[in-house]
């Protein structure tokens, strides 16, 4: 038996909602929870596959998050000339994941994101949403952790138009608007609560209104979970996901959101979690947004790692060292020194975001403005000496610039000893003005959950499926194991956009 007992007062399953307080029944073939980018694609794809689809959203719209949507290969890449070895990914996510990742369903998203991404950019580049793809340039350039084209972002669309960053926002719009069209019937202000089982099969979910009425929907295909991650969760942080309560801030949290709600129901119904603790996604954005790769110190004032890292890689490096956030130092010869790193580096937050072939790797301009913005909210400082930024830092003065001659000294001898930077990357910063920016960790999601198997079947103890349950997006386990891997960035969004297109259509195939 699964034993509840062992977490806190999440897990504790509630009475079943009697049929005499529910108001109303409903029948379909489909019932997925969440109207986010996993739950809107299963539904379009299961309609445009001939299936009755119903969508229960506790918020009062779909959500459409962040700016890249990776998958491995696609039309438009090839198109572009690019086009990856799929078996090469696969043994670096592997890697990456500390062999605790589902091979199959890496392999299922590698194999089945382009043709995923080839069915959405002929969606959102119909003339009534007008958005163009572009591929993502930001992308470690090294050897040390490889990041691979195939993060596909789409400008101009109506969502973009009106203030929202470029991607996730008009992606989800353009494939909620098809589905309305397809028939879809979605329920916003409408909170999935319980699974309802007949015999060892899930068979509907009972669900809530904001009015507090009680309503059963009950399928005869499937219900799928597609409800968000945990992170707005705390006590289910703590007990599955403890990095996720370390983190400056929690970034796509929405208020009353992110409760880890499909999380119990599929525990209650049966199912099992993923081997504890969750994997995070979690970049350094708190403070300002942009790190480098030269300095980094801590609040003693001294560095505590090899600063040649991506984003998720320095964020984990602050939490493991108990900081709240931590100080990235450049001198005046910054934008010389960025750029020359990029081509040993770069990624997100040490790089810049652009539109691959089509913008400048690096812009000046553009982050002179960051500095500015971090200048006017405080998470930048500036000072002629050493002694002046540290005391600007509040880190002790004495230890910062014995640390930071130390660093130079390493850059004019081309060797690290403290932690093997690479020498292309030992430059060295005694040019003042000098600047220190303040980074931090930022929950984005726990990308961990439910147990599946390759069908995305909800599984139990014993890994069988359970029938007419299953699971996609951040409710679902399996895919990475360990840390979020920046192989393609936005591969969350596309692994979420792939396994509900696969899932959609897959379920409509089948006999009620």
Known sequence: MIELNKWGSWAQKPDLIPETSISAFYNTDIVIAGAGIAGVSCALRAAQSGARVIVLEQSRNWSGRGGNIGVANSAFMKSRGYENDIDKLGEEWIKRCGNRCNERLVRKYLLNGGRAMDWLIDIITRPEYGARPALEGSLYRGEKYREYVGSHRFFDGPMARNGARAGGADAVYAMYSEALKAGVDFRF???????????????????????????????????????GDIGGNKEMCEDLAPLANKCASKKYTTKNGNLGDGHRMGLWAGGVFEDTPFPTMIHSMAYFLGTYCFFFAGLDGRRFMNEDTYTQGNSIAVIREGLPYAWSVIDADWPEKVEKSLAYGGGLFWGQDHKLDEEPIFDRERDLRLLKRGEADGTMV????????????????????????????????????????????????????????????????????LKTDANFQVVGETNEPIEGLYAIGNVAGGRYGVDYPLIICGNSHGTALTFGFLLGEELAAEEA
């Open 382 to 449: 500036f000072a002629d000496t050493p002694e002046e930024l540290a005391k600007l830092m509040d880190v002790p003065v004495e230890a910062f610039c014995d640390e930071l001659a130390r660093y130079n000294r390493f850059c004019e001898a081309g060797r690290d000893d403290d932690f093997g930077k690479r020498p292309e990357l030992l430059m060295p910063l005694n040019k003042p003005p000098f600047y220190a920016l303040k980074f931090g960790p930022s929950l984005l999601a726990v990308v961990g959950g």
């Open 189 to 227: 202000k409408t909170r999935a609560m319980q699974l309802i089982k007949t015999g060892n099969r899930v068979t509907g979910i009972i669900a809530q209104r904001e009015t507090g009425e009680y309503e059963q929907y009950t399928c005869s295909k499937g219900c799928i979970l597609a409800t």
